[in-house]
């Protein structure tokens, strides 16, 4: 299986700032990675597909980049509405997998 | 608009099978662009892909759950289901059924979502 890893776990970060997650995938998964946001109680929603699509609907503060094993969202500039938890996952080989998921908190 | 609905029991006991529908509305599942998909999530944690049924039927499940996975269509309603056999407490999780993109750049990604549905695993 790949496994993905993202970092940091979680971070405190205040309206306004750019926020950059990490995720690393333990063998080259070329762009076949994609990055979801989840809040409390609700599905995860894709924000970003094969490393750095914009999902239809997403706002533009989100971006994603990189291939082969490290990728990267960012979010420009924080809101309100962005204070989630963050996965990366891999669809290039079966078993998909995810990362641990990155909590991004209210500083 | 494509909208997705778990449904089946909250509580299942231990050794017992567990079984979820996915009812699908806005899309077919009979038709061969997307991947019909369960993921779950124990409280708490991250995200666990247990496996897809496409195309008259294909599927591909977890090797960590193969054993134990099946997941079918019911043509006839617009829904797939899911049973997990010989469950134990490691299965409660909220049970989410989810459409993943077949081909192109987005192939595997996970574009629409159900609610999800916690199902426990206790006696």
């Known amino acids: 299986d790949i496994q993905m890893t993202q970092s940091p776990s979680s971070l405190s970060a205040s309206v306004g700032d750019r926020v950059t997650i990490t995720c690393r995938a333990s063998q080259s998964i070329s762009s076949y990675l994609n990055w979801y946001q989840q809040k409390p109680g609700k599905a995860p929603k894709l924000l970003i597909y094969a490393a750095s699509s914009l999902q239809s609907g997403v706002p533009s503060r989100f971006g994603g980049s990189g291939s082969g094993t490290d990728f990267t969202l960012t979010i420009s500039s924080l809101q309100p509405e962005d204070f989630a938890t963050y996965y990366c996952?891999?669809?290039?080989?079966?078993?998909?997998?995810f990362g641990q998921g990155t909590k991004v908190e209210i500083k | 608009q494509v909208q997705l609905q778990e449904s089946g029991p909250g509580l299942v006991k231990p050794s017992e099978t567990l079984s979820l529908t996915c009812i699908v509305s806005g899309g077919s599942v009979s038709t061969g662009s997307y991947y019909w998909s369960w993921i779950r999530q124990p409280p708490g944690k991250g995200l666990e892909w247990i496996g897809y049924?496409?195309?008259?039927?294909?599927?591909n499940y977890n090797p960590s759950l193969k054993s134990r996975v099946t997941i079918s269509e019911v043509t006839s309603k617009n829904q797939f289901s899911l049973k997990l056999s010989s469950v134990t407490a490691a299965d409660t999780a909220v049970y989410y059924c989810?459409?993943?993109?077949?081909?192109?750049?987005?192939?595997?990604?996970?574009?629409?979502w159900g609610q999800g549905t916690l199902v426990t695993v206790s006696s």
């Open positions: 996952q891999q669809s290039y080989s079966v078993p998909w997998t």
């Open positions: 989810a459409r993943g993109a077949l081909s192109g750049s987005a192939h595997g990604s996970f574009d629409y």
């Open positions: 049924i496409y195309y008259s039927g294909s599927t």
